[in-house]
């Protein structure tokens, strides 16, 4: 059995009170998928950066999953041929 390794970098940028955060899934074979999420503080909340980092990069993560799912479904569907 062949062991594979994916990666997934998750990038964040800050502007005031709005985070974004992309998480980029690279395969083997540099396929990539990014999901994306974003995060805003409330501006009677405490600044608190990393709460911001840590809401944008798990929706940018979820978004990933949802994507990689649908790619998924979408390779069963091209492979599983017409259905009589």
């Not at 502007?15 to 899934?25: H, S, Y």
């Not at 798990?58 to 091209?78: G, M, T």
Request: hydrophobic residues 40%.
């Amino acid at each position: 059995m062949q062991d594979k390794q994916w990666t997934v970098q998750i990038h964040i940028t800050e502007d005031g009170d709005d985070t974004r955060a992309e998480a980029v899934l690279t395969t083997q074979d540099a396929s990539t998928i990014t999901g994306r999420g974003v995060a805003h503080r409330n501006p009677v909340d405490r600044p608190i950066p990393e709460i911001g980092d840590e809401l944008a990069a798990s929706r940018a993560l979820e978004d990933l999953a949802i994507r990689l799912h649908d790619v998924a479904s979408d390779d069963i569907v091209q492979l599983a041929g017409p259905v009589e």
